[in-house]
């Protein structure tokens, strides 16, 4: 079985920079990609970036490149997310998840796994 822990969320201002992790557990990763997913209050949970544990170009969505930035560290099994320049509107829960297997796909669907997720407010 397959655990998912974000941690590193919080209240945070506008400007500001913050760094999620997300630990993974329960069985090898070596083979699957993981990504961050949020969702706002009243609104879908949107994709923001992926990364396969073997290596390899992360994958954006097209409006996050800027200030989002993906990685992982395989030897402790735990994947971050670094956002710069923070905004009202990231205000999001942010959900880590593991796909069903080695493609980092956009979709909820791709996904198999989740963790709970971790609240990150931005404030003006």
């Known amino acids: 079985q397959v655990q998912l822990v974000e941690s590193g969320g919080g209240l945070v201002h506008a400007g500001d920079s913050l760094s999620l992790s997300c630990a993974a557990s329960?069985?090898?990763?070596?083979?699957?990609?993981m990504a961050w997913f949020r969702q706002a209050p009243g609104k879908e949970r949107e994709f923001i970036a992926a990364?396969?544990?073997?290596?390899?170009?992360?994958y954006y969505r097209d409006s996050m490149q800027n200030r989002f930035t993906i990685s992982r560290d395989k030897g402790k099994n735990t994947m971050f997310l670094r956002v710069n320049s923070l905004k009202r509107e990231d205000t999001a829960i942010y959900y880590c998840?593991?796909?069903?297997?080695?493609?980092?796909?956009?979709?909820?669907?791709?996904?198999?796994?989740w963790g709970q997720g971790t609240q990150v407010t931005v404030s003006s």
């Open positions: 998840a593991k796909a069903r297997g080695g493609v980092a796909g956009s979709e909820s669907a791709d996904y198999d796994s």
């Open positions: 329960g069985r090898t990763f070596s083979t699957y990609a």
């Open positions: 990364i396969t544990w073997t290596g390899g170009t992360p």
